[in-house]
C-alpha cells in the first residue's frame, strides 16, 4: 500500500482534506499483540514487591529480578508497565498503599542518599521487572522494605520498535 | 457526521453490541494515539566554555500544535563533558523538536555527540480535549476469534504476517484510544488533579509544559515560543485516583508547574 492509499474516515468534523481524520490507516500505531505467548498485555495480581535487599557501601547497586517476561519480538520494543501498590505491609490504608505510577515505583525509603525502586528493563530477548537498591551515600547498611508491599501492576508490550538496544526508564517526574 | 453513521471495529473476539470503549479497535467517535512520524537522528554539538544552557534543533515537524512525543537514546558521547552536568531535555515547539542541555565552564571543546529516537504522535497534548464515555464495563472478554479485520501498513508485509508493526490495523491487536488531553497546573501543595470522567482509574502520560518566562536568567535560552517535553507514564510520580479524578504528586520532590497530560481509555489496573 503506498502513501496514498488507504483507508479513511472522517471525523465528525472532518472530511478527506482534513489534517486529522478519525481513521487513517496510513499512520502506524502503538499496538500490543494480543495473541503472544506470553501475554504482551496482563494484569499481574498479587505481585511480591521484592525482598529485604542490603545495600552494602557507597555506590553499590544491588538488584534482584522479579519476573522475566520474553517478548519474542525481533527488536527492543515499547513496553510500559503501570505498577499499582495494593497493600503495605498487609495494609490497605497504608499512606504507601492505593499509589500507582508508570514504569517506576519508588519505595519509602528512597530519599537523596538511597534509591529503592521496581524499574522495569529492556531488551531485545525479554521485558524485565527488577528490584533495586542503589547506595547513593548512605553508606552501606540500609535494608529494602520491599517485601511489605504488595503490587498489582499492568504492563504492555507493544510490537513498536524501541530502537535502541536495551533501556531502563529512570524516574522523570519525581 | 451524526451519531448514527460511523464505524466501530472492535477486538477479535468481543461483541459490538458490548465492548467497552477500550476495547475498540476502530471507533470513528473518538482518536486513536496514531504516530505521525518516528525517525533517528543524530547531533554534534561542539559550543563550549558556557554556562548557559543551550539548544540544537534536531527537526522541523510542522504539525501546527504541540505534540505528544516520546524520546530514546540511542548513543551519547559527552565529548569529556562531566555525566554531572549533563541534564538533556527534547522539548518540541508547534513546528519543530530542540536538544536542550547545558556546559559548564571547563568544559573540553571536544564535541558532543547524540543518537536518539523521536516518535511523535499526531496528537497536540496541550489541546482541551474529552472523548465521550459509552461503556465503561466489558461484558464479554477478547478471545480467539476467526472474524476480524487487518490493514497492513505498506507493501513489504503479507496479511498473514504475525508482526503487528506491519499493521496499521489488526483486531488481535490492543492500540490505545485518547480520551482527555489538556493542561494542569499544580497547586500549592504540588499535587496535579484532572478529572476524567472515565469511571474508573485510567492509564496516563505526562509531559512538561513550559512557558517562554518560566526560562529566566542563565537558563533562558532564544525560544521564545511554548514548548512541551516528551511524554512519560508517570514515571517516578505518586498517582492516586477515584473513579472520576486523577491525581499526581511528586514522589520525593514537590511537583511544580504546568503539565501537558494524556489519558487513555485502557484502564490502569481493571480486567480487560
Redesign the interface.
Known sequence: ??GNQ??L????D?GPTK??N??????????????RTPKH???LDDFPGGTGLVSTADGSISREILLPIPHH??YTP?A?V?F?VKKYNGSITDPKA???????I?YSG??GTIADQIVVEVDSQEVRIVHTLQDLGFGGGYVSDAAKYLL?L?Y?IF??????AS?S?????? | MDEKSGLIVDQAGVSVRSAADYQKTIDSRWKFLDIAFEQEFEMVHADSGATHWWIEKLLDHNLGYLPAFTYRQITLDLGGLNPLFFAPEVIATSRSIYFRTRYVSGDPTTPMRIKGFLRVFAQDITAEFLAPVEFITPSTQPGLSTVGMKILKNQGAGINSHEMSDFSINTSAKALAVHRTGLVTTDATGLLSINHRLGYPPTIFLARFIKPADWTSVFANPITENVVQAMNPAAGAKVSATTNDVFVRGAQSVLVGTWAYLITKEPAELAV
Not at chain 1, 492505593?98 to 517506576?104: D, K, R
Not at chain 1, 510490537?159 to 535502541?164: D, K, M, P
Not at chain 1, 526508564?169 to 519525581?174: G, H, K, L
Open positions: 500500500m503506498s488507504g483507508l474516515i472522517f471525523g465528525p472532518g489534517v486529522r478519525a481513521y487513517d490507516s496510513r499512520k502506524p500505531r502503538l499496538q500490543a499483540d494480543m495473541t498485555m496482563a494484569i519480538l525481533p515499547e510500559i503501570y499499582y492505593g499509589l500507582y505510577g508508570g514504569n517506576i519508588l528512597s530519599s498489582r499492568k504492555y510490537s513498536n520498535n524501541s530502537h535502541v533501556y526508564d529512570t524516574a522523570v517526574v519525581v
